[in-house]
């Protein structure tokens, strides 16, 4: 056996990889705090936004450039300029999540805000022509029609922004936080590259463990007509 892969597996395996406040388990558990809040936080932004651009037609010019400028946006210089910027007036353990989670959730909102915006647009017309025909309001529209057709977009662009999280957030130990990406960090320190690979493949585990719970919750609140619809 290679000894990279035998020094990964022999980390992965030892009991005190997974116990106490700096093992697997525990560190697994703030990197998803880390995550949900900044998903939650991008979506409140990202998913009224995209509404709104999708509904009314307007600022979708607005969307685009926004979606694209916040991609091309560099996270750990970001993150570096968040930390300096917020550092003198924040205190604690505060003053380096905030910068963490405002570089999360600018990556978290492009995807979104795409997804829900591009959903709501390729609502079926003769549906949402029918129900104007039936006297409904355009608010009336927009939640009966227009966000029941667009939710696998929206679902897939909350899927999509999750996993970027969840790949992005291991920059938080860079400023000396928790998450998985301590291992990363501390493994590179330490040359213990079985602790750096152990690391990287849980963070790959956990987005795929992730991603699966949400592709469930979306056959949930998908109607499967629209799911077999986007299938095709």
């Known amino acids: 056996m290679n000894a990279a892969v035998l020094a990964t597996w022999e980390w992965l395996t030892d009991p005190a990889s997974w116990s106490g406040a700096g093992g697997i388990l525990a560190q697994t558990l703030t990197h998803l705090r880390y995550s949900f809040i900044a998903l939650l ?10 509404l709104w651009v999708g509904h009314t037609g307007k600022g ?7 979606t694209g400028a916040f991609r091309a946006i560099p996270s750990l210089g970001v993150l570096f300029i968040a930390v300096l910027l917020l550092l003198p007036r924040l205190r604690g ?18 995807p979104i805000l ?5 959903g709501v647009q390729a609502t079926d017309a003769a549906a949402r022509d029918a129900a104007r025909g039936m006297g409904m309001t355009g608010t009336q529209v927009l939640g009966q029609v227009e966000i029941p057709g667009a939710l696998p977009l929206i679902m897939s662009g909350l899927r999509s922004a999750m996993l970027q999280i969840i790949g992005t957030a291991t920059i938080a130990a860079v400023v000396g936080l928790g998450g998985l990406g301590r291992f990363l960090i501390d493994g590179q320190a330490s040359r213990d590259y079985g602790q750096m690979a152990g690391g990287a493949l849980v963070v790959a585990a956990v987005a795929l463990a992730v991603d699966l719970a949400l592709a469930g919750a979306q056959r949930l609140v998908v109607s499967p007509g629209l799911s077999a619809r986007d299938a095709h």
């Open 60 to 66: 979708r010019w607005l969307a685009v450039n926004i």
């Open 93 to 110: 353990e505060l003053a380096f999540e905030a910068p963490a989670l405002i570089v999360l959730v600018l990556l978290a909102i492009p």
């Open 114 to 118: 795409s997804g829900t915006y591009a």
């Open 41 to 50: 936080l991008a979506a409140l932004v990202a998913v009224p936004l995209g």
